[in-house]
């Protein structure tokens, strides 16, 4: 009955995060810790009073599109690139040795050889999200170790495009090959058509109605949500598209009020993804994985520093 209403949906979600947020910050801890416990509180593992988190899961998704446009709207392209050739082999030779610890740690406990290779890959991956998330709050910010982190989640973002594209492949070989030679391609295509659109349709409809800041903002969410579906349409995620949208704006002059502006709508869309990641816990099958999933987030938290 509860989850049939996206206004009593969208009520419990948002009351049940500011109070849950309040406690975390009296115990000095991140309220997203709050917006996720939340979602296995209500979701349908939980309480069943938000049990459709279909909808919720990909209106959430926007959130993640915009916080990688923010992030992008603070990176000069000469800049990021720089940074990217960096970290390019941490991030290589890094995710070799944590798929490989995830992979021997699964085959121990006597999982199937794809089982294997999942968990491996997902110890491979830190949280782009979530580490961006973060960082804003930390002293790293704006310094070169936090940008550099930055380059090394988006790396590992693209690795696992290559690598989801491989698992979700059909088995016609032909099939595989294309697709990963379409999107493989896409990117840096992607890269140099927006910076042409900017350079030659945005910064000049900027330059000549920028005292309007509604058309402004519109045209800001336009452009981030028109890159995220191209980015899409070719096979990458619509996160990295977003990215790329903000990235090719940096050079702007009005970047820094485009983003100033758009916080507040990240901020709503993430309060719904973090819900949705906490409504995806199925609680009811701890008690079949909780000795391998201990021993693999302990061996994690050894070989992979925070």
């Not at 109070?19 to 115990?27: E, G, H, Q, R």
């Not at 903002?217 to 980015?231: N, R, S, T």
Request: with cysteine; glycine share 8%.
């Amino acid at each position: 009955m509860y989850g049939d209403s996206v206004v009593f949906s969208f009520f419990l979600i948002f009351t049940g995060a500011s109070l849950l947020a309040t406690l975390s910050l009296y115990f000095r801890q991140p309220i997203l810790i709050a917006y996720i416990l939340l979602g296995g509180l209500l979701g349908p593992y939980g309480l069943s009073w938000v049990s459709d988190t279909a909808l919720l899961e990909d209106v959430s998704h926007v959130g993640i599109m915009f916080l990688l446009f923010l992030i992008g709207l603070d990176m000069q392209p000469t800049h990021l690139l720089s940074m990217l050739k960096k970290g390019s082999w941490v991030a290589i030779i890094s995710s070799f040795i944590f798929a490989s610890t995830g992979y021997a740690g699964a085959w121990l406990f006597g999982f199937s050889h794809i089982d294997c290779l999942l968990i491996g890959a997902a110890t491979m991956f830190s949280s782009t999200i979530i580490g961006i998330k973060l960082l804003p709050t930390t002293v790293l910010h704006h310094k070169q170790t936090g940008e550099l982190v930055v380059g090394l989640l988006l790396l590992q973002d693209l690795i696992a495009i290559v690598l989801l594209i491989l698992v979700t492949a059909t088995a016609d070989l032909e099939s595989n090959t294309s697709g990963i030679i379409v999107s493989l391609l896409a990117l840096p295509l992607l890269v140099g058509l927006s910076l042409l659109i900017v350079r030659w349709v945005l910064l000049p409809l900027i330059t000549r109605f920028d005292r309007f800041h509604e058309y402004i903002f519109l045209l800001a969410i336009g452009w981030c949500l028109a890159c995220a579906a191209a980015a899409s349409t070719v096979g990458l995620s619509a996160e990295i598209g977003a990215f790329i949208g903000g990235v090719s704006l940096a050079s702007s002059p009005i970047s820094q009020y485009i983003a100033i502006n758009l916080k507040p709508i990240r901020d709503f869309f993430l309060v719904l993804f973090f819900f949705s990641v906490g409504a995806g816990f199925n609680i009811n099958i701890i008690g079949s994985i909780w000795l391998p999933t201990l021993l693999m987030s302990v061996l994690v938290m050894l070989v992979k520093p925070a």
